[in-house]
């Protein structure tokens, strides 16, 4: 069964501690990977799609990584308003438009 | 500016009722769904629509009906049937046809029950 499964549940950061968020999946020839950012109340702010491993993406303090079984977020110098909950979705071979979600991690930065 | 907006933010449903969650996309895309989000759990699919007057079931479909008269509206009706309908509910768009299958998201609808 295709699965994602994301790591940790939940990560506390002092401000400018930078560090990763993990991303897994079983998913064999997947047709993309995705990162999404969440605040509370409010709905999934796209921030990266990746194709192939070796591929990075970046954007401001964010930079997606992937390989063949995960996908990393890192985190560089973080500060309070980086607080979310980021959330991970593969595209599988066998699906024509459902996404496979992961229950994302919350990520809290400490002033 | 291009967008998703689902409304109303926060509605409440009574026993025994039904009650509809409005998607409006403003993107031209041609796919659109609905996912339910419940704490600790990943989104889960309960319709979606590759093109006007046509849409497909998700994961967990029951107790749930949608339409899909205009290319830019979704709505979703949560049925008396759905016996457990407190939850956070987003819909989202995406262009296949770019080749790009990111999706982009309203900012929800939070259901609860009186």
């Known amino acids: 069964e295709d699965q994602v499964t994301q790591s940790p549940e939940a990560l506390r950061l002092q401000e400018g501690e930078s560090s990763s968020l993990n991303c897994s999946y079983t998913v064999s020839g997947l047709r993309g990977l995705f990162w999404y950012r969440q605040d509370p109340g409010k709905g999934p702010e796209f921030l990266f799609t990746l194709y192939s491993a070796g591929e990075e993406k970046e954007k401001e303090r964010l930079k997606a990584t992937l390989t063949k079984k995960e996908s990393f977020l890192h985190i560089t110098a973080p500060k309070p308003e980086d607080s979310a909950t980021y959330l991970c979705?593969?595209?599988?071979?066998?699906?024509?438009?459902?996404?496979?979600w992961g229950a994302g991690t919350k990520l809290i930065i400490k002033p | 500016d291009g967008g998703i907006t689902q409304s109303p933010k926060y509605l409440f449903r009574k026993e025994g009722q039904n009650v509809t969650l409005s998607c409006e996309q403003n993107?031209?895309?041609?796919?659109m769904y609905w996912y339910r989000q419940d704490p600790g759990q990943g989104l889960r699919l309960i319709y979606y629509?590759?093109?006007?007057?046509?849409?497909q079931k998700g994961d967990i479909a029951e107790g749930y009906s949608v339409s899909r008269e205009k290319k830019e509206s979704f709505p979703l009706t949560v049925t008396s049937a759905q016996k457990n309908p407190t939850a956070f509910y987003l819909c989202?768009?995406?262009?296949?046809?770019?080749?790009?299958?990111?999706?982009?998201f309203g900012d929800g609808t939070r259901l609860s029950i009186l």
């Open positions: 629509s590759q093109i006007v007057n046509d849409f």
């Open positions: 989202a768009s995406s262009d296949p046809g770019t080749g790009n299958r990111a999706q982009h």
């Open positions: 993107l031209n895309h041609d796919a």
């Open positions: 979705a593969v595209y599988p071979p066998s699906s024509n438009y459902q996404l496979i």
